[in-house]
Structure formats: C-alpha cells, structure tokens
C-alpha cells in the first residue's frame, strides 16, 4: 500500500501583497488529505446470500402482484444453487427479485440447464423480462426496500440474523481506525440497510453512500477531493475496471474481493493495476 499511495497536498497560496521592491510575497500552506480506506459492503464485508433470497422472494409473495408465480413457505428456508451461481451477475438489488420470479416461476421456472442462457446475455435478459411483465426497474427496487423495512419492523433481529459477516473485515477496518485511516462504504444497497447491520456488528465508518447517492465511481471521484484514497476493495470486477479507466479514478488502489460473488473467470486475467486480495492477506495490508 506504501509504495502504491499517492501522496496528495493541496498547496494554498496566500493573496498578492501588493507592490514591494523586492517582490512579491507568497506564502503557502500544505494541507494533508485525510486518510481513508473505502469498502463495498455486499460480498465484501457481509455475506447476505440468504437475506437477498428471503427478501427479494418476500417482495415477490408481498408486492409484485405476478400471476405466474405461486408460494410455498418452504422456499423461504434454503437458497437455490441457481440463485446463488446468477449471484454474481447482479449490480443492482431490483435484479435479484427479477431473478427470483424465474426461478419461482410455475411454468418454465429457471433451472440448471437454462441458466447459462440466462448469464451469457444477462442485461438482455433482465431487460426482456421487464418489458414482458410491464415492470420498471425503479418499482421493483422500491419493493425490494419495502420488503426489507418490513422485517426491520416486525422483527430485526431475525433479519440481522440473515446476514453473515466476514470478521476479519471487521477486524481489518478497526485495525485502519486504530492508525487513524478512516472508512467508507459505498454500496449499491439503500445506505440505511448497511448502516443497520453495521450498528449491530459496532462497525461505525465515516461514511455510508447507498446507490441513492449515485454511481460508484462518481462517488469515489468526489471523495478523492476530499481524501488520500488508500484502497477500495469490490467485488465486482467491472466497477475496479470501470474506476480504473476514470482519470478522476484512476489513482485508487483497486482490490479485488476473493471472497466475495466472484464469477469464475474473474480471477483470471486481471490486470496488474487491480490486486486479487484474499481474506487472510488482510492483514499484510494493514502492515505495508
Ligand atoms: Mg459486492
């Protein structure tokens, strides 16, 4: 991390002093940026596998209205290997119940064997279910959300409980705090659902952006302004890609989460500017 930082100051000079024999005058301050490590939070430092099944199949029974669906309660219990494999095809959380509707589906549900089919065109797919069912991207998110806030209200425990976090995450980002290296999270999730399930692990980061607050990349481009960036750590390989090819971006340290929804092929031909980080190697990163 030492050699790869870039040291930023911002240099203020002073107003012109006016007309002096011997010159002006200029004074300067250098100013250090605050130092701070930024973390996605899906698959990088919670696994929520059941939590997005529970909930995008509560927002499907709840919300959605489909005639082509029908429920048992016994779906709730245990997640479907086919969800798990789209997983990492996923950006944004209105996707996953998209998803879930074709696996619950009664007729044609989406199985093993259509799956590839699915994932090889898998924004096309998204878009033609859309269309086909008359849905909008931004409804099915608000039912994700209300289905969310649901369990938050009825019981909050059981919906903690549905997410697993990566301790030595944690332990990583309160090792950065005790150096003084703040954290930040940014994520595609609502920034109030991270910020709960934070609270309770007694994670308190500077700050949280949820995809209210728009693109990854924007975010990361004003908040490098304002701090020195020492790393991001996603697991999702085309927004390190996407940051990395950003000149606003370009700077930050890109780590790649091993542990996180990887799609098979993404540890493989990684560029050299984006660093495949495995969790027991948190550590040498606190220590460089
Ligand atoms: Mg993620």
């Given at each position: 991390m030492g050699r790869r930082q870039v040291v930023r100051h911002r240099v203020l000079v002073s107003t012109f002093l006016g007309s002096n024999p011997s010159g002006p005058v200029l004074t300067f301050t250098l100013v250090s940026y605050q130092k701070i490590f930024l973390f996605d939070f899906d698959g990088v430092i919670i696994d929520g596998m059941h939590e997005y099944w529970y909930s995008s199949l509560l927002?499907?029974?709840?919300?959605?209205?489909?005639?082509?669906?029908?429920?048992?309660?016994?779906?709730?219990?245990?997640?479907?290997n086919?969800?798990?494999?789209?997983?990492?095809?996923?950006?944004?959380g209105w996707e996953m119940i998209l998803i879930v509707h074709e696996i619950i589906k009664t007729e044609n549900p989406?199985?093993?064997q259509t799956q590839n089919d699915f994932i090889n065109n898998y924004h096309q797919n998204c878009q033609r279910i859309l269309n086909d069912n008359s849905w909008i991207a931004e409804d099915l998110q608000k039912i994700l959300d209300k289905s969310r806030?649901?369990?938050i209200d009825k019981d909050f425990k059981s919906?903690?409980?549905?997410?697993?976090?990566?301790?030595?995450?944690?332990?990583?980002?309160?090792?950065?705090?005790?150096?003084?290296?703040?954290t930040g999270i940014i994520t595609t999730k609502r920034g109030i659902f991270a910020e709960k399930i934070l609270k309770q692990l007694n994670i308190f980061p500077e700050f949280?952006?949820?995809?209210?607050?728009?693109?990854?990349?924007?975010?990361?481009?004003?908040?490098s302004q304002t701090y020195e960036i020492l790393g991001f750590i996603e697991d999702r390989k085309k927004t390190l890609i996407?940051?990395?090819?950003?000149?606003?971006?370009?700077h930050i340290p890109c780590f790649l989460a091993d542990w996180g929804y990887l799609k098979g092929s993404?540890?493989?031909?990684?560029?050299d500017e984006i660093k495949l980080l495995k969790l027991g190697n948190l550590e040498e990163l606190v220590a460089i």
């Open positions: 927002a499907c029974e709840k919300y959605l209205n489909s005639p082509y669906i029908s429920f048992d309660q016994k779906l709730y219990k245990r997640v479907p086919t969800f798990k494999e789209i997983r990492p095809w996923v950006k944004y989406l199985k093993k806030k649901y369990q919906w903690v409980n549905l997410h697993n976090p990566f301790f030595e995450v944690l332990n990583f980002m309160k090792e950065l705090n005790k150096r003084e290296v703040k949280i952006f949820g995809y209210e607050y728009g693109t990854k990349i924007k975010i990361a481009a004003k908040l996407d940051i990395k090819q950003n000149s606003e971006t370009s993404d540890r493989h031909s990684l560029s």
